[in-house]
T-cell receptor, first 113, second 118 residues
Framework: GAGVSQSPSNKVTEKGKDVELRCDPI?????LYWYRQRLGQGLEFLIY????????KSGLPSDRFSAERTGESVSTLTIQRTQQEDSAVYLC???????????FGPGTRLTVL | GENVEQHPSTLSVQEGDSAVIKCTYS??????FPWYKQELGKRPQLIID?????GEKKDQRIAVTLNKTAKHFSLHITETQPEDSAVYFC?????????????????FGKGTHLIIQP
């Protein structure tokens, strides 16, 4: 079946602009996660959605970052007033529950000039 | 919050030899420990995971051990092959932290670049 998809695959933006990144999880997966991976670095947790519960935003690095999820489907990660340090690959993952394997999407490579 | 340390950052072994990657974690409440493999330019993929009610798990050439007392867990790859070359990430999570509806995402180590020498 279809895996996790993300769009766009690449995004180049100018400093100060807002960007929206999209994630389509695997159908039926109630848990959805966003991570950030800087070049050559590990994965940094950003935010977690589980069903209709309030999201865990504990990993968001600043108030310029926000995310929404419609029910148990699509999620969007929004970065306002982008900075050069926001340049990274943003990975989305979904799972059937928080105790099970997370399946990752291909990521969105964000470059802030 | 949780802090995961991973060592070594780079590991080079001869093809056919074994490789061991070690991780420590700080939060004694963590109870789920997956390992991900990430090939260059690709997404991370789960290779094995262990939960805190077991001490060891094996899947063909890959095994993971967990020592909850010492708060460390290790990945063991035997009879390494060229296709094992990749970056490996350990992670930890307390999936039942509760507190109104959610557990944190995984806390990842910084990764180990495994190089298999022919």
């Amino acid at each position: 079946g279809a895996g996790v998809s993300q769009s766009p695959s690449n995004k180049v933006t100018e400093k100060g602009k807002d960007v929206e990144l999209r994630c389509d999880p695997i159908s039926g997966h109630t848990a959805l996660y966003w991570y950030r991976q800087r070049l050559g670095q590990g994965l940094e947790f950003l935010i977690y959605f589980q069903g209709n519960s309030a999201p865990d935003k504990s990993g968001l690095p600043s108030d310029r970052f926000s995310a929404e999820r419609t029910g148990e489907s699509v999620s969007t990660l929004t970065i306002q007033r982008t900075q050069q340090e926001d340049s990274a690959v943003y990975l989305c993952a979904s799972s059937t529950s928080p105790y099970n394997e997370q399946f990752f999407g291909p990521g969105t490579r964000l470059t802030v000039l | 919050g949780e802090n995961v340390e991973q060592h070594p950052s780079t590991l080079s072994v001869q093809e056919g030899d074994s490789a061991v990657i070690k991780c420590t974690y700080s939060d004694s409440a963590s109870n789920y420990f997956p390992w991900y493999k990430q090939e260059l330019g690709k997404r991370p993929q789960l290779i094995i995971d262990i939960r805190s009610n077991v001490g060891e798990k094996k899947d063909q050439r890959i095994a993971v051990t967990l020592n909850k007392t010492a708060k460390h867990f290790s990945l063991h790859i035997t009879e390494t092959q060229p296709e094992d070359s990749a970056v490996y990430f350990c992670a930890a999570s307390d999936v039942f932290r509760g507190g109104g509806g959610g557990a944190d995402g995984l806390t990842f180590g910084k990764g180990t670049h495994l190089i298999i020498q022919p």
